[in-house]
């Protein structure tokens, strides 16, 4: 990554686009501090984060849905969201991070006692999502929340990310699927080589011509 610059404003849904090895995922790792930053500075909620490490970070409320899912597959889906709550020490929090995850993920309540593992590709990313949210993130970030689904769970993915937008969940997303993203998404960042080629709303991105060349390999 070199010299790039964004933001994400609260209550946004902001993508990340551009072809593999961009830089999209570089960047959502050293956000969230899995990575270390090697020049310049990270801000959140008017804070220097910089040079904090992912175990700071989460009870701040910044969280990452990270790509492959990465679910404890020998724990029931129940415990992997519990593992999603363990900053969250006050009660009323915890029970409206239930209650939210259970009403926007059904199937996940009812097969709260399965173990992770033995469920299909979309649960497991739903279950992703989930444990995600169980800290209450004021940003939550979704590191190809689609990649490797069937087009029909895909779709519910998206529909979700769109019933996120109306509880006020801000979002940044690194997506392949660009239509699907810059559907839902207010803004976007097109990356080629570790740098931002293009920026801008998501209805002006998809007709400009640095997309398509980010995505070919073009100057």
């Known amino acids: 990554m070199r010299g790039i610059d964004f933001a994400i404003h609260q209550g946004e849904i902001v993508t990340f686009l551009g072809a593999n090895g961009a830089g999209k995922s570089s960047t959502m790792n050293a956000l969230a501090g899995l990575v270390p930053v090697a020049g310049g500075t990270v801000h959140f909620a008017d804070e220097d984060i910089t040079d904090l490490v992912s175990e700071r970070l989460a009870p701040m409320g910044l969280t990452l849905a990270p790509e492959g899912r990465r679910v404890f597959g020998g724990l029931t889906v129940e415990e992997n969201l519990r593992m999603g709550a ?12 239930w209650d939210m995850v259970y009403d926007l993920f059904p199937i996940l309540h009812e097969r709260r006692r399965q173990f992770a593992g033995t469920m299909s590709g979309g649960q497991q990313q739903m279950l992703a999502i989930g444990r995600a949210l169980m800290s209450g993130p ?8 689609s990649l490797g689904l069937a087009p029909k769970i895909v779709g519910q993915i998206f529909d979700l990310i769109a019933l996120l937008r109306e509880r006020k969940v801000t979002l940044g997303i690194v997506e392949q699927n660009v239509a699907m993203a810059l559907e839902v998404a207010d803004r976007g960042y097109v990356m080629a080589g ?3 080629v293009a920026e801008g709303p998501a209805q002006e991105l998809r007709q400009t011509d640095r997309l398509r060349a980010a995505y070919l390999g073009e100057d």
Do not use: C, K, S
């Open 86 to 97: 363990y900053t969250v020490r006050d009660a009323e929090r915890q029970a409206a991070a």
């Open 138 to 145: 004021r940003l939550l970030m979704l590191d190809e929340p």
């Open 194 to 196: 570790g740098r931002i």
